[in-house]
């Protein structure tokens, strides 16, 4: 253990050997650089490269994900090189060697050489590999799996991670993203993989041409099913790949009056105008919400960087903009597709931290309803027959029959289908959420998250309210189920609420999912009244028993 301050042989000669075997100059510079400063005794360097060599990143359901930096413990051309040396034995030891495998990328910070880098590994390892054209949404990449029967796809993206970050995520051969026991195989493999410099690249041959891409927004440009057209829209994408792909498919599907938010609709991987690129953070989608009352616009749509999430923005009857919550977007567009599609046995799924609402809405219209554990990996696998998927972090599956996984573009085509055929009635979002609350209650969610220094404190916390759940919230008696071995979560529920409790894994916290239900008696108002009082309720009594 490196004592703080204190370089230790083992972990400068680690350094040596990882800057030894690095396939990048900048890369070797910037660890070597991190090195001579840790052995010079400045403040900090050593905690510094410790940080640096003490991974290799963790490879699980989601890929990588990490900062852009030197070293085992970040995104840079070396970990990808070796990742996708593992990622290449995995699919040989899968009966795949040889087969098509499609690599995308979005537009930060080295996302390009990572792209390639991963591509040309991929050649030498024997496959096909066939690069998307440029920085493209990762919706279009899922798209691409199957489009071409690749057996997998690689994005390389970090999503709506801060800038300072970029990931790889894999796709298997159903375009859909890679599931236990993958992740372990993969992990596995990574290890056994040699060193960077010795793992074999080969060149590629030139990008492909736009003909998935037009095919893909083909496809998207056919899910509308009303017949208006007269919307107006606000768009952005917050300085990722978006805004083109999106402009594209609306003027395809017939929305043509789009106007975007100029600042951010050219690809930028600072992100200068959002402390943090997700449509979830506050103050993200100001400038959106602020152009559409500028130009009057009858929609606000948000994407995220790499375009597979989507937030919807309406104005509410005072004139007021605001986002829907995901849940909001989820129900309404879910609500949606089973009322004006017909298809023989549908289903309908969302998570286990979701809104349950979508339930009642898939019971009232006699389809199937399926809940999963969180993450579109299980929800394109709720089961045969699946229409339309959602989770509450605003990702959104209006298309599973060609894209296994969330997608923000087909999504907002959804959404501008909806909103102009509720135009078209004098109606609005807002006007049909009050309708759906009415016949199946009101329905509000919230969270409530304990960010913990210590992932032991996390633990404890998980034992300790397994031990002892607690026997009434808000008032109200609740019975506690407990989703172990399957998955690491707590759910209790009773009387109209329910709160399920589990550790992030992505973040160091624990996060609890709040969610109310009140029967609507006549008065909307009254209900959402009392809903609110009740939610108010139980947050207190979750932020109470987070603390214990």
């Not at 990808?80 to 040989?92: D, F, M, N, Y």
């Amino acid at each position: 253990m490196t004592t703080p301050g204190k370089l230790t042989t083992e972990l400068r000669d680690k350094a040596f050997r990882w800057i030894a075997d690095d396939v990048e100059d900048g890369a070797r510079a910037e660890l070597q650089q991190v090195l001579a400063n840790a052995m010079g005794g400045a403040p900090g360097a050593v905690e510094e490269l410790a940080d640096r060599m003490a991974g290799p990143l963790e490879f699980g359901t989601a890929g990588l994900r990490g900062p852009v930096r030197a070293g085992p413990n970040g995104m840079n051309t070396a970990v990808v090189t070796r990742t996708t040396a593992g990622v290449a034995t995995w699919l040989t030891a899968s009966g795949h060697a040889g087969r098509t495998v499609v690599v995308g990328r979005d537009a930060r910070h080295g996302s390009a050489a990572f792209a390639t880098a991963a591509a040309e590994v991929l050649a030498a390892a024997g496959f096909a590999v066939r690069v998307l054209p440029g920085p493209l949404p990762t919706p279009v990449l899922a798209f691409a799996v199957s489009e071409l029967g690749a057996a997998a796809g690689i994005q390389v993206t970090a999503s709506h991670n801060p800038p300072q970050d970029n990931g790889y995520k894999l796709y298997d051969e159903t375009g859909a993203q890679i599931v236990p026991p993958a992740d372990h195989a993969i992990e596995a493999a990574i290890k056994a993989a040699p060193a960077a410099i010795s793992v074999p690249r080969h060149p590629v041959p030139p990008s492909l041409s736009d003909e998935v891409l037009d095919a893909y927004l083909a496809k998207v440009a056919a899910l509308p099913v009303g017949t208006s057209r007269d919307l107006r829209v606000a768009a952005t994408a917050l300085h990722g790949v978006g805004a083109d792909v999106l402009t594209k498919a609306l003027n395809r599907a017939g929305f043509t009056d789009v106007h975007l938010v100029d600042e951010q609709s050219t690809p930028d991987p600072d992100f200068p105008t959002v402390s943090f690129p997700n449509p979830e953070e506050p103050g993200a989608t100001d400038l959106v919400l602020a152009l559409a009352s500028r130009v009057e616009a009858d929609l606000a749509i948000a994407l995220d960087p790499d375009a597979d999430r989507c937030a919807i923005g309406v104005r509410e009857p005072g004139g007021a903009w605001r986002m829907l919550r995901g849940d909001e977007t989820g129900v309404l567009l879910g609500a949606h597709i089973l009322s004006t599609k017909d298809f023989p046995d549908p289903l309908v799924a969302t998570t286990i931290v979701s809104s349950s609402m979508l339930g009642e809405v898939a019971k009232a219209a006699g389809a199937r309803y399926a809940e999963t554990l969180t993450g579109f990996k299980w929800l394109v696998r709720a089961g045969d027959g699946l229409v339309f998927a959602y989770e509450e972090a605003l990702g959104l599956c209006v298309n599973p029959d060609f894209v296994r996984d969330k997608d923000g573009i087909a999504a907002a085509v959804a959404a501008c289908d909806l909103a102009a055929t509720l135009k078209a009635a004098g109606r609005s979002p807002l006007d049909s959420l009050d309708e759906l609350s009415t016949r199946h209650g009101v329905h509000l969610t919230d969270q409530v998250s304990l960010r913990v220094t210590d992932l032991k404190v996390r633990a404890k916390l998980m034992a300790s309210l397994r031990a002892e759940p607690p026997a009434t919230l808000a008032g109200t008696g609740v019975a506690a189920e407990d989703l172990l071995p399957d998955a690491d979560v707590l759910r209790l529920s009773g009387g109209g609420l329910r709160v399920v409790i589990r550790p992030s894994g992505t973040e160091p916290k624990l996060k609890s999912y709040l969610q109310v239900v009140e029967p609507v008696a006549g008065d909307l108002a009254a209900a959402r009244t009392a809903a609110r009082a009740k939610l108010a309720a139980l947050r207190t009594d979750v932020e109470a028993l987070l603390t214990e």
